[in-house]
C-alpha cells in the first residue's frame, strides 16, 4: 500500500518539523487524500488546519504553534513573533505573525497573523530552532513601522551587544529595503548613524572573557577591533591579542543563524590569515561552562600564535 511505502519519509519530514507536516508535503512524496484519510482515520495524523497536519502525540508548544503557522501561511516568522524567537525581551511568540510574499493564490489562515510583503529577500530570511524566521536586522526594520521609538531603540541594543545585528548588516538592509514612504525607515537610520564607528555595548561576554584571559595569565585582549592589511579593511574581530598576532572569535547558535554568511566568512577569516594573524574561535559554551578547558586552549594559542 502506498501510505506504507512512504511512511518513512513522512518521519523525516515530520522529525524536522517538530511532527508537523502539511498537505502539499504529503502529495509530494505520493499520497493522495484518499490516503491521507486512512492516516487520520488510523489515527497516525492529526488534522490541524485544512492545510496542515500533525503526527498524533505531538507535544504542542509555541514553538510548535509558530512553526505551523510558518507552514500554514507558506511564509516566515516576523515582526513581534520573530524579535521573540531571537530572544529579545518584552515580546511574545503569540499572537504568530508570519510574513509571506504578496500575491499568489495562497489562502488565507485563521492560525497566524500575516503580512504582505513586495521585497521578500531570502538574503533576510534564516532558520533558527527548525523555525523559519526574518533575520534580526530585517525583523528591527519591520518593528520600526509600529513599535515607540525608545522601545526600538532598546530593542536595537539588546541585538547589537548580543551580536545578532552589526552596523555593516544594517547598512545592508538599508540599501536593500525601499525607504521612500516606508514607515520607520528614517528612525533606523538614525539609529545607525548614532552607533557607526562604536562599540557594542557589553552583553557579558566581553567580561567573561576578560576574566578566562585573566586567569590565564595572558595580557589582555583589546574587544571588537578593526583589523586591516596593507591594502584595506579585513573587518571587526571580537578580540585581538595586544602582544600576538592572535585574533579569538565567540561563536553561537545564535550569532551564525542571526549573521551567517558561510562564504562572507570563509573569505574573511582566509584574509585575516594571509596578513598573519592566527584566528581561532571559542563556543559561549566553553567561555561559560569550561573554564579550564578554555584556559588551557587559550595558553596553547598564545604559545602558538606570532609575535606581532
Same mark, same amino acid.
Given at each position: *500500500?502506498?501510505?506504507d ?5 513522512? /518521519? ?6 517538530? %511532527?508537523?507536516? /502539511? ?19 488510523? %489515527?497516525?495524523?492529526?488534522?490541524? /488546519?485544512?492545510?496542515?497536519? *500533525? ?12 512553526? %505551523?503557522?510558518?507552514? =500554514?501561511?507558506?511564509?516566515v ?8 524567537? +531571537? ?13 509571506? =510574499? ?7 489562515? #485563521? ?12 538574503? #533576510? ?16 526594520? =519591520?518593528?520600526?513601522?509600529?513599535e515607540?521609538? !525608545?522601545?526600538? /531603540?532598546?530593542?536595537?541594543d +539588546? *541585538? ?14 538599508v540599501?536593500? $529595503?525601499? @525607504?521612500? @514612504?516606508?514607515?520607520? #525607515? %528614517? ?52 578580540? !585581538? ?9 565567540? @561563536?553561537s ?6 549573521l ?15 596578513? @598573519?594573524? *592566527?584566528?581561532?574561535? $571559542?563556543?559561549? #559554551?566553553?567561555?561559560f ?11 596553547? +594559542? ?7
Open positions: *500500500m502506498i501510505v511505502r512512504v511512511h518513512p519519509q513522512i /518521519t523525516i519530514l515530520t522529525s524536522v518539523q517538530k %511532527g508537523l507536516i /502539511t498537505r502539499a508535503q504529503l502529495t509530494q512524496i505520493g499520497l493522495n487524500r484518499h490516503n491521507v484519510a486512512h492516516l487520520v482515520n488510523a %489515527g497516525r495524523l492529526v488534522r490541524v /488546519t485544512p492545510r496542515l497536519l *500533525m503526527l498524533r502525540g505531538t507535544p504542542v508548544d509555541d514553538h510548535v504553534e509558530a512553526l %505551523g503557522a510558518t507552514l =500554514d501561511a507558506q511564509g516568522l516576523s515582526h513581534q513573533s520573530a524579535a521573540a524567537l +531571537w530572544g529579545v525581551p518584552g515580546y511574545s511568540l503569540k499572537p504568530v505573525h508570519v510574513t509571506r =510574499d504578496r500575491g499568489g493564490r495562497v489562502r488565507p489562515t #485563521h492560525v497566524a497573523r500575516v503580512h504582505a510583503c513586495r521585497l521578500l529577500d531570502l538574503d #533576510h530570511i534564516t532558520k533558527y530552532q527548525e523555525i523559519p524566521v526574518l533575520r534580526p536586522g530585517r525583523v528591527l526594520f =519591520d518593528l520600526a513601522a509600529t515607540h521609538p !525608545a522601545r526600538l /531603540t532598546r530593542s536595537l +539588546w *541585538m547589537w551587544s548580543r551580536r545578532l545585528v552589526t552596523v555593516e548588516s544594517l547598512d545592508r538592509i540599501s536593500e $529595503l525601499p @525607504g521612500q @514612504g516606508r514607515k520607520g #525607515h %528614517g528612525l533606523i537610520r538614525e539609529l545607525i548613524e548614532e552607533r557607526r564607528g562604536l562599540a557594542p555595548i557589553g552583553s557579558g561576554l566581553e567580561s567573561r572573557f576578560d576574566v578566562i584571559v585573566s586567569a590565564a595569565g595572558l595580557p589582555p585582549f583589546k574587544r571588537q577591533l578593526d583589523l586591516g592589511d596593507d591594502q584595506q579593511w579585513i573587518g571587526r574581530v571580537d578580540f !585581538a591579542s595586544t602582544v600576538k598576532l592572535l585574533v579569538v572569535e565567540i @561563536g547558535e545564535l550569532h551564525h543563524a542571526a551567517s554568511d558561510l562564504e562572507h566568512d570563509a573569505q574573511r577569516r582566509e584574509r585575516l590569515e594571509r596578513a @598573519g594573524f *592566527m584566528v581561532r574561535e $571559542l563556543s559561549e #559554551h566553553e567561555l561552562h569550561r573554564r579550564a578547558h578554555t584556559i588551557d586552549l587559550l595558553r596553547q +594559542w598564545y604559545r602558538e600564535a606570532p609575535s606581532r
